[in-house]
């Protein structure tokens, strides 16, 4: 079961270093982790729409402080990252067989974030954004597999001085990134086309 520790220890064996028990441990390794692991994650997960770290939130109304610009102020989600779309949220009534969601349809409409505000003119307001993920047990084998070589760009040189290590890293870390996307992104759209095959299924022998 993937942890932490045990992501820093990947990257730091795809820069020869040696593992480390615990990051509390006074080492240059354990040090180096414990300063870009956070950043590797985060900036990984704000990267790209991956499926484990979607969420939908509610957003709570607050004062609207730009009525001239904006219908309505919500407050945004500690966690967000990064936006995917927002929408006017509607409650669907299951008895209506006639009506039909495009699930891969993300129908961006426009707003602005300011510090912990989002301003739009949708009331009530749905958000669909990524979250930082901070379970290791929740990321993917190629996700898993980028991250060790995000971050081993990143302890490269302060623990081999050596460009040369570091650009390497680099290189593989952008390869494996653009597998695991899409590997994540082809799960997807199998999950879409499950879904409307189910729906056809209902629609025909309902």
Not at 81 to 109: H, K
Not at 117 to 128: E, M, Q, T
Not at 183 to 198: K, L, N
Request: aromatic residues 10%.
């Amino acid at each position: 079961m993937a942890s932490v520790v045990s992501i820093c220890n990947l990257a730091l064996s795809n820069v020869g270093k040696q593992n480390i028990s615990d990051l509390t441990e006074a080492s240059a390794e354990a040090r180096a982790c414990n300063q870009f692991y956070v950043i590797s994650r985060d900036r990984l997960l704000q990267s790209f729409h991956w499926s484990a770290a979607g969420k939908s939130a509610s957003l709570a109304e607050v004062t609207n402080d730009k009525p001239g610009a904006w219908k309505y102020a919500y407050t945004r989600p500690t966690d967000c990252l990064q936006i995917r779309w927002i929408r006017r949220q509607y409650v669907a009534d299951p008895a209506d067989d006639c009506v039909r969601f495009d699930l891969r349809s993300e129908f961006q409409s426009p707003y602005e974030i300011e510090g912990d505000k989002l301003y739009c003119n949708l009331s009530p307001c749905l958000l669909r954004y990524t979250f930082r993920l901070t379970d290791p047990t929740k990321f993917s084998p190629l996700f898993i597999d980028a991250l060790s070589w995000h971050l081993a760009a990143r302890i490269a040189m302060p623990l081999t001085r050596d460009p040369k290590v570091r650009a390497d890293a680099l290189a593989v870390a952008k390869s494996t990134q653009v597998e695991a996307e899409a590997a994540d992104a082809g799960q997807v759209a199998a999950r879409y086309d499950d879904v409307e095959s189910e729906f056809v299924a209902v629609r025909d022998h309902g």
